[in-house]
């Protein structure tokens, strides 16, 4: 989205980024180039389809090759832009340095209503932008590897890698080539949620370091916190949902394309997404709370803490002066223009960046290109030995007990928790927790280290931008 009178988002993105070299002891030189976008690759491919044929335009841009495979992920949506896809790039850049995957930033895009074509048609058109980017080593598991984003998922990212692996018959490594794959088809367990987890376990992070929630004037934990969500896609889904069951978060708003859900009693996550699956992905006729057409002005409702979770550019200098929120988090890539940061940061509003708070789902996708490279699921080798060696213990403890009448019992939740090896699943989300937790403590230290600094977004890119230089500085350009 472009809003009269502002920058573009990659213009935005660029003026970020020249905030936090300004404060930075970087060479003019190196500055541009980490800021400028490497290469954009641009494809228009026809597709034979009821009859006729049909012209698409497609992108894979190339941000930062200071690391390969570069990264990120294919988006479709009418909206798609070459601004956009090099901003999107951009901002992969900075993440997977942020976050300490070993890549560079790429981002790619089609301009198309998936929603207008049925699923073999999909197929056509994937399989086809995907022979384009393939021949071109725009998508290869040791040069660019993508993933899902807006309006893709797990069945185009088979598709790809279907392809690619027939068009390179001998790569033992063809299922490297793309992330976000099905688990039966190379992918690996927690992808799906992994975006959505990782928002949460920022904000558990956030709400471990008290000063910093006071900052935002808020206390305590994520216990009862007012939640507003702007879209209910993948990401903003499983946020809200992990928010509310497992941290005890009040939903008390949900944004999406027909409007807004509002029930200052709490709504219940689960419940409209199956209902929106019901309803061909609308809320209006929801039941269990008030439906407001006007969804923007739902964006402006008094909450703890506001997710935007959709587009980019969604808070901008038409509203940024009347949002309430204290804290918000930027769960989708974007969604605040430079002008809005501006306006928010002087009304002290805390906001935890895209590029640390939707990191988990790239950080995911580095556990399973790690995998496919390693041709094994992750805990194979470990898990029934240490559930051996948590034996032996038990064991042992029980004996003791029973030689010496001590009379002790473990309780028998304690001894299933405590007998049950890590799998796949607990070992991503040990290791999303760790990337989440580690990354904020980064952005923190510069944050409140440095005066000048003054807030998370300028610490993150300062931390990014200092690592990717750092990268360039020792294999020279
Ligand atoms: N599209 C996601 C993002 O914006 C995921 C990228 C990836 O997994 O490579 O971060």
Not at 95 to 114: M, N, R
Request: glycine fraction near 10%; hydrophobic fraction near 40%.
């Amino acid at each position: 989205m472009s809003v009269a009178g502002e920058p573009s988002f990659r213009e935005s993105v660029d003026m970020m980024f020249r905030r936090a070299t300004a404060l930075m002891d970087l060479g003019p030189g190196l500055q541009e180039k980490i800021r400028v976008c490497n290469s954009t690759y641009t494809v228009r491919f026809g597709v034979r389809l009821r009859g006729k044929i049909e012209t698409f335009v497609g992108y894979r841009s190339v941000h930062s090759e200071h690391m390969e495979p570069v990264k990120g992920g294919i988006r479709y949506s009418l909206g798609v832009n070459q601004d956009e896809v090099e901003a999107l790039a951009a901002l992969m850049t900075y993440k997977c340095a942020l976050v300490e995957t070993p890549f560079g930033g790429s981002k790619g895009g089609l301009c198309i209503d998936p929603r207008a074509w049925d699923e073999h048609e999909l197929e056509q058109i994937t399989r086809r932008f995907a022979y384009e980017l393939i021949k071109r080593d725009l998508i290869n598991p040791a040069q660019n590897v993508p993933a899902p984003d807006m309006g893709t998922g797990e069945r185009e990212m088979a598709w790809i890698a279907d392809q690619y692996a027939r068009m390179n018959t001998t790569d033992i490594n063809a299922k490297a080539c793309v992330t976000g794959k099905p688990p039966h088809a190379g992918g690996i367990q927690g992808r799906v949620e992994a975006t959505g987890r990782g928002v949460q376990y920022a904000l558990r992070e956030f709400f471990r370091n008290p000063e910093d929630a006071a900052m935002a004037g808020l206390s305590g934990d994520l216990d009862g916190k007012r939640v507003v969500v702007q879209g209910l896609g993948n990401v903003g889904y499983h946020a809200a949902k992990f928010l509310s069951e497992e941290d005890g978060a009040k939903v008390i708003a949900i944004i999406e394309r027909d409007g807004a859900l509002v029930n200052e009693d709490g709504i219940d996550v689960e419940d409209v997404r199956q209902w929106m699956n019901r309803n061909d992905g609308l809320l209006a006729a929801y039941p269990k709370a008030k439906h407001v057409v006007d969804g923007a002005k739902v964006l402006e409702m008094a909450c703890d803490i506001l997710i935007p979770a959709a587009l980019e550019g969604v808070i901008n200098l038409s509203n940024a002066a009347r949002i309430q929120a204290p804290l918000i988090v930027e769960a989708a890539n974007g969604p605040i223009t430079y002008g809005a940061d501006e306006v928010l940061r002087a009304k002290g509003c805390v906001i935890i960046p895209d590029m640390y708070a939707n990191a988990g789902g790239v950080t995911v996708s580095y556990f399973e290109w790690v995998k496919n490279l390693s041709h094994i699921r992750f805990g194979r080798m470990q898990r029934r030995a240490e559930e051996g060696r948590s034996r032996i213990l038990v064991e042992e403890l029980e004996r003791l007990s029973n030689d010496q009448h001590l009379g002790w019992q473990l309780t028998p939740d304690f001894k299933k928790k405590f007998l049950q090896g890590s799998d796949e699943l607990a070992l991503v989300r040990s290791g999303l927790d760790d990337t989440m937790r580690t990354a904020y403590q980064a952005m923190r230290e510069v944050w409140h280290g440095r005066p000048e600094v003054g807030d998370l977004r300028v610490a993150a890119y300062i931390v990014s931008i200092g690592r990717i230089a750092a990268t360039y500085k020792s294999k020279g350009l």
